[in-house]
């Protein structure tokens, strides 16, 4: 079936520091989004971006549709970045589309 | 102002008791979904709608069910025949269509925990 890919699984970073995480599709690129999920469980949306590069302060998401891949940038980190990033890809299943999550990176930025 | 309100936050039950989530949205969406999650997991599709009275399938449904009275309301039974019910439910919206669905939304989630 089709799979969504996020690497890495997890991620410990100083504060200040910069990351890259990224994620894989096995199918064409849709409706790509990225989410945070902070550590009470609520999913922040951060980006909905099927292709080019948006940005929001200090991140920033870049979706290249014909390589099959999104990379999320996190610039000067926070501790208050700390929590898990999901990606999601629209994926065609019968007659309509589902929202299919790779399993997470685990970000962790220490003070 | 607007957005998803799932309902309660937490909720214990006993093995073999039906409960219902909540989840209420005044965004106008058509198509509403329901996701489970397991600690350390992602997130995995209970069932979905994409307009008032239908709904599918997703990944996980056995064990669950759902009505779509109205556009605004798509709560979640989780029944006693659902194995491992303790999990951490999330409700989600979209305004597009079933080949557009656009950005998705989410509530802020319900913890279950069966006892």
């Known amino acids: 079936g089709i799979q969504v890919e996020q690497s890495p699984p997890d991620l410990i970073l100083q504060e200040g520091a910069n990351s890259t995480l990224r994620c894989n599709f096995s199918d064409s690129v849709n409706n790509l989004q990225w989410f945070h999920q902070n550590p009470w469980g609520q999913l922040i949306n951060l980006f909905y971006i099927p292709s080019g590069t948006k940005q929001n302060g200090r991140l920033s998401a870049t979706t290249v549709a014909t390589e099959r891949y999104s990379l999320l940038y996190i610039s000067s980190s926070q501790t208050t970045d700390s929590g898990v990033y999901f990606c999601?890809?629209?994926?065609?299943?019968?007659?309509?589309?589902?929202?299919?999550f790779g399993s997470g990176t685990q970000l962790t930025v220490l003070p | 102002d607007g957005g998803i309100t799932q309902s309660p936050k937490y909720l214990f039950r006993k093995e073999g008791q039906n409960v219902t989530l909540s989840c209420e949205q005044n965004l106008n969406h058509d198509a509403m979904y329901w996701y489970r999650q397991d600690p350390g997991q992602g997130l995995r599709l209970i069932y979905y709608s994409q307009i008032v009275n239908d709904f599918q399938k997703g990944d996980i449904a056995e064990g669950y069910s759902v009505s779509r009275e109205k556009k605004e309301s798509f709560p979640l039974t989780v029944t006693s025949a659902q194995k491992n019910p303790t999990a951490f439910y999330l409700c989600?919206?979209?305004?597009?269509?079933?080949?557009?669905?656009?950005?998705?939304?989410f509530g802020e989630g319900s913890r279950l925990t069966v006892l």
């Open positions: 999601a890809e629209h994926i065609s299943s019968g007659s309509a589309r589902q929202l299919t």
């Open positions: 989600a919206s979209t305004p597009g269509t079933a080949y557009n669905t656009g950005e998705l939304f």
